[in-house]
């Protein structure tokens, strides 16, 4: 049973490039969370997906936007990207409204030069 | 909206001691207290959690307390080993309608186990 995945692993791009993140949830997952963690800091919060709509909103400029296909996988897409914006993206599944813990891919490090 | 503080930022313990980390949340409505050990490049992972109907849980080395006036919580590991060294985050989230929980997170704890 697959857990959760992400890709790419790695990316490099520049300020005002626009980058797209994707993510597989766990087998049986219906929510797909992401967050972005800084270096040497805890995750936050940016989005949440189910029934292929965006259901919660952290405190994440417009530039952030997501996607949610019918197989429940997700994408997260960086408009006008920023030095700032550089971090180590995590998504996290959880299988359904019942059971809230939420286990994290490994995660893709956006580097913006 | 809700925020978590963490402490300290960073534990050095010999081996065999004890580690306790400790958080504190603002959102009284926060019922939902997992706690998620890092390891330099990986992904963070689910250790123990907590709900806010019971104030204590064990699992082997590692148990959690809650204490709901004070709004805080803490991790502790007893008999740490050289492979307990990782960063340690907490976080809190309410409970939503929906069941679906939107964690916010500790600035986190680097734990260093010394042989």
């Known amino acids: 049973d697959a857990g959760v995945t992400q890709s790419p692993t790695h990316l490099i791009k520049t300020r005002g490039q626009q980058v797209t993140l994707r993510c597989s949830p766990k087998s049986g997952h219906d929510t797909v969370s992401w967050y972005q963690q800084a270096l040497g800091q805890g995750p936050q919060f940016i989005f949440q997906?189910?029934?292929?709509?965006?259901?919660q909103r952290g405190n994440f400029p417009d530039r952030f936007s997501g996607h949610q296909f019918p197989n429940y996988s997700s994408e997260l897409n960086v408009n006008a990207l920023l030095l700032g914006d550089s971090a180590l993206y995590l998504c996290?599944?959880?299988?359904?409204?019942?059971?809230?813990?939420?286990?994290f891919g490994p995660g893709t490090r956006l580097t913006v030069l | 909206g809700e925020n978590v503080e963490q402490h300290p930022s960073t534990l050095s313990v010999q081996e065999g001691d004890s580690a306790v980390i400790k958080c504190t949340y603002s959102d009284s409505a926060s019922n939902y207290f997992p706690w998620y050990k890092q390891e330099l490049g990986k992904r963070p992972q689910l250790i123990i959690d907590?709900?806010?109907?019971?104030g204590e849980k064990k699992d082997q080395r590692i148990a959690v307390t809650l204490n709901k006036t004070a709004k805080h919580f803490s991790l502790h590991i007893t008999e740490t080993q050289p492979e307990d060294s990782a960063v340690y985050f907490c976080?809190?989230?309410?409970?939503?309608?929906?069941?679906?929980?939107?964690?916010?997170f500790g600035s986190g704890t680097r734990l260093q186990v010394q042989p």
């Open positions: 907590i709900r806010s109907n019971v």
């Open positions: 996290a599944s959880n299988p359904d409204r019942v059971t809230d813990t939420q286990y």
């Open positions: 976080a809190a989230s309410p409970n939503m309608d929906t069941g679906r929980r939107a964690l916010t």
């Open positions: 997906y189910y029934e292929e709509e965006e259901r």
